[in-house]
């Protein structure tokens, strides 16, 4: 008894060491966010995002199929560009507790063009996130956003800036649009009310790195536990 403890105990505690050092490595690539990052939208790089007023906004234009065009572009004049996004639409009336709904689309039609992006299944959905494809300094961004089928309501975007890999502004509110995907006219139009939630979200890192950690969690625990049974079984 006294043996299997002794053997079990550094094995926890290099499990342990060793799941946290992988989730810190997780997230914050430069071929766009992870799917670890689609809860608190926020990059793991290690500071804190910034909480002043961002200098970037996302602009939702109602297009006449109900479908969004969004623009992602610099709105400062001491910042002029950006390496990385991610985007997700939120019924507006759920608040803070909502999840991401609707589909970003890669269908090019019109000008200007769908800039090329990356697409995350967040939280079981499909394509329910864009992320960006490098982190080459972008002027602006243009993404297509399709409506669930028969949605009607107000919708937000929230969207995380990444300026660098030290400084970034995390769920930055667009103007509430009002989709109504049920109906074909064009009585929908969008307003200027502003979202009930914060403009700036201080998510603390530490959850950042607790949510990327479980992420490869199960696999490493699998190997460990096999190597604990195989000590255990050949100390018998
Ligand atoms: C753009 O920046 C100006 C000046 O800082 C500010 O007044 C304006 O509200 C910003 N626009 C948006 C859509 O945030
Ligand atoms: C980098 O991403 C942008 C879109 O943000 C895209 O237009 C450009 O072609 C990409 N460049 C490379 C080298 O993949
Ligand atoms: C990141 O961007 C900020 C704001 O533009 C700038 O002050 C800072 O020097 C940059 N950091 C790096 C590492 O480039």
Redesign the pocket.
């Known amino acids: 008894m006294s043996f299997r403890k002794i053997v079990a105990s550094p094995v926890i505690c290099l499990y342990i060491l060793f799941t946290f050092s992988i989730g810190n490595q997780v997230s914050g690539t430069p071929i766009g966010a992870p799917a670890a990052a689609c809860g608190t939208m926020t990059p793991d790089h290690g500071v804190p995002p910034q909480t002043s007023a961002s200098p970037y906004v996302t602009i939702p234009t109602l297009m006449p199929d109900e479908s969004v065009r969004l623009t992602l572009l610099v709105n400062s004049t001491g910042i002029l560009t950006f390496k990385g996004f991610l985007v997700m639409a939120f019924d507006n009336s759920l608040g803070d507790t909502a999840t991401p709904i609707g589909t970003f689309s890669e269908i090019v039609e019109g000008t200007p063009a769908i ?3 990356n697409y995350l299944n967040c939280l079981s959905g499909s394509k329910n996130a864009a992320t ?3 982190n ?1 300094e ?1 002027v602006i ?1 243009n993404l297509l956003w399709v409506p669930p089928s028969g949605f009607d309501g107000n919708v937000v975007f929230k969207t995380t800036f990444v300026r660098n890999v030290t400084t970034f502004w995390v769920k930055t509110l667009s103007d509430v649009i009002s989709v109504s995907s049920t109906t074909n006219t064009t009585t929908s139009s969008t307003t200027t009310t502003p979202s009930t939630t914060p403009s700036i979200t201080t998510t603390p890192l530490t959850t950042t790195t607790a949510a990327g950690a479980p992420q490869l969690a199960p696999w490493i625990g699998t190997i460990f536990l096999a190597l604990v049974t195989f000590m255990l079984a050949s100390s018998a």
């Open positions: 800039t090329p992006a960006h494809t490098n080459t972008k961004v």
